[in-house]
């Protein structure tokens, strides 16, 4: 480029002079070289175009991927609390995260249906790879017990709960196109929650039903609650009716009613 500075009060003599026919060549050289300089942004631009296309498509298809399954994660999340309470959907919620993370390594290797969602037999074995590495938990209803994987639903983990409406709930989303990742991990962190509230239930018996306080305990009532605990377990009573004339007969337990009473109890 060619820059003439024309200051002010320049003697005239001083300023460079240039023919009307330089003048126009000089600005046709000029047109030329933007016109080029254009033509090589333009260029580049749609190369540049062209080459991120494709990736603007998958980043798109994954944004409405994602969107579409935090839709149907919330939409369970509100099912959940609909059938089990606000309780049970903070205590979802609490452990999902950390289940999600703890799924993830053996999620990729499980073989996928409709894109990236699981089978009813994926489910299961990863619910019960899960719960086998995380609590040593062999779950009826995820333990495939010696049958194929696909034997049954992993939804029958909840026939027990919430009169059938959780086994619907999970039974919907499987049979008709399969669940995500944080869908299973959902359903995973809904059993976790169900546990920690039947447990916390039959301790709270154990502690009626001996006329214990909860807040001061000796050695000895502790242990005996302990055993009380593991009695109702054993023995599927309904923690609501359980009185002491019940226990007390059976504390402490034998090998004579359970023979491997021992070994559980160490």
């Not at 009826?140 to 086994?167: C, M």
Request: aromatic residues 8%; proline residues 4%.
């Amino acid at each position: 480029f060619i820059k003439v500075y024309l200051v002010r009060d320049t003697p005239r003599s001083v300023v460079p002079q240039f023919s009307s026919e330089s003048l126009t060549s000089l600005l046709a050289c000029v047109a030329d070289m933007v016109a080029i300089l254009v033509l090589r942004r333009s260029m580049a631009l749609a190369v540049s175009v062209a080459m991120c296309a494709p990736f603007a498509a998958d980043a798109s298809a994954l944004l409405r991927a994602g969107a579409a399954e935090s839709a149907s994660g919330r939409d369970l999340l509100h099912e959940l609390e609909a059938a089990l309470g606000s309780s049970h959907r903070e205590g979802v919620e609490a452990r999902l995260a950390s289940i999600e993370g703890a799924m993830l390594t053996t999620f990729r290797t499980v073989p996928k249906m409709n894109g990236d969602l699981l089978s009813p037999a994926g489910a299961r074995y990863l619910l019960h790879r899960h719960f086998v590495t995380t609590h040593n938990w062999y779950v009826r209803g995820f333990d495939n017990g010696g049958d194929s994987w696909d034997a049954s639903s992993p939804s029958t983990a909840f026939s027990g709960h919430g009169e059938g409406q959780l086994t619907g709930i999970f039974e919907s989303r499987l049979a008709s196109r399969g669940v995500s990742l944080r869908e299973t991990a959902m359903l995973a962190a809904t059993l976790e929650s169900l546990v920690q509230e039947d447990s916390a239930a039959r301790l709270d018996a154990a502690y009626r039903a001996l006329g214990v306080d909860h807040n001061t305990p000796s050695a000895k009532e502790a242990e005996a609650v302990i055993d009380a605990y593991m009695v109702m377990y054993l023995q599927r009573w309904d923690i609501s009716t359980v009185t002491g004339d019940m226990l007390l007969p059976m504390l402490p337990p034998t090998s004579d009613w359970f023979a491997y009473w021992p070994a559980t109890r160490q």
